[in-house]
């Protein structure tokens, strides 16, 4: 028995297996980006390494509200997106360094 997180829903999930099988785990990739700007139609504009993505929407929650009011104040905010089974999941969002 093993107690897991649901990454897209944020649910603990119980599991069993067999003692000699195998489980199949999602590919995670976590990657940090700075959002330059919010299209009117909701998509960022994130920034890494000099490569520009516009493929994000801003998410209706507290980290989407974060960057909005970041945005608004002219701070550039550094998001952890997590892409896991097709979805990007911004984890945290702060102040970029730079």
Same mark, same amino acid.
């Not at 599991?15 to 489980?23: E, M, N, P, Y």
């Not at 700007?37 to 994130?46: A, E, I, P, R």
């Not at 520009?52 to 998410?59: A, S, T, Y």
């Given at each position: 028995m093993f107690d897991t997180k649901d990454l897209?829903?944020?649910k603990n999930v119980q599991?069993?297996?067999?003692?000699?099988?195998?489980?199949e785990v999602p590919e995670i990739v976590r990657e940090n980006y700075t959002v330059i700007?919010?299209?009117?139609?909701?998509? *960022? &504009?994130?920034e890494r390494n000099g490569n520009?993505?516009?493929?994000?929407?801003?998410?209706a929650n507290e980290n989407g509200d974060l960057v909005h009011k970041m945005i608004k104040d002219a701070k550039y905010p550094e998001i952890?997106? *997590? &892409?896991?089974?097709g979805y990007d999941i911004i984890v945290s969002v702060r102040e970029s360094s730079e």
């Open positions: 897209l829903s944020g599991t069993s297996a067999a003692s000699k099988g195998t489980i700007g919010v299209s009117n139609d909701g998509f *960022m &504009t994130l520009i993505r516009q493929d994000v929407r801003l998410p952890v997106l *997590m &892409t896991v089974l």
